[in-house]
């Protein structure tokens, strides 16, 4: 029953991993490769046990970027984690980003961030696998020009992790994760640096419009890690890790009522992760 239970997640998370989810192409669209970059996360963490199969936790981050010269943001995460049975977990958690502006030198325009996910494993002896389905959603605050970003955006995760338990203290690991975008800019009409295109090509159409919404759905970042966690004691552990992100997001830049569409690009690249963290377990 289990392994039918585990093949059924599996099945639905390869589904959802090859929807087809992608924009319209467009004529007025370019594609700009993107400098390669060096990056940093540093985070200490709690994490306690408030009951049977239930644990809180409580995460601060501070992420470098520019190759390590410049702030990123700090991010606070909160969590609930439930064992739901010995496979399977289930979660629920916020985060509260402070993005850092460079030309300012001040924190701005929080963003708020609502996940679940679950969480199906299967163990091998001294291995684990685990596939981590997530769904979040980010709030944006402050002013910015909504035909460009929506105000909450929604983005599926999948994560699939192998773990080995090679000592009572040492646990190597590696994982690849895909990310959806659920609610990009949908845009319906191109333009062609001269005059606005409708879906069909016809210059004669009513120009002007050139976004119907925010239900495109696309890939854009897929991700491998490789780590350590070591026990320090039974309460303490590092996790040391590298990650390499592969990035390809579609920019859209329009002007504040929505009724020009300035350029469409598609932005590729990949950013290197160096991240550490320590945790205290009780």
Known sequence: MMKSILNHKTTWGLLLLTLPLSCPTLSAQTDETLDAELAGRISIGIDKKIAKGVHASLKEELRLDDNFSGFNRLQTTATIAYKAASFLKIGIGYALINPYEDKTSHFKDARHRLMADATGTYRIGNCTLSLKERIQLTHRTGDFNQYQNPRNALTLKSRLMLKYKATRQL???????????????????????????????????????????????????????VGIEYSLTKCHSINLAILADFVSDKVVDANGSGTKLKAYTHQTGFKGWMRAGYEYAF
């Open 171 to 225: 646990t190597p690991y590696g994982y690849v994760e895909l990310r959806h975008y659920l609610n990009a800019p949908a845009i319906t009409a191109a333009y062609d640096g001269d005059k606005y295109l409708t879906p069909d090509g016809d210059s004669n159409g009513t120009p002007g419009w050139f976004l119907s919404g925010f239900d495109s759905a696309y890939l854009n970042r897929m991700r491998g890690s």
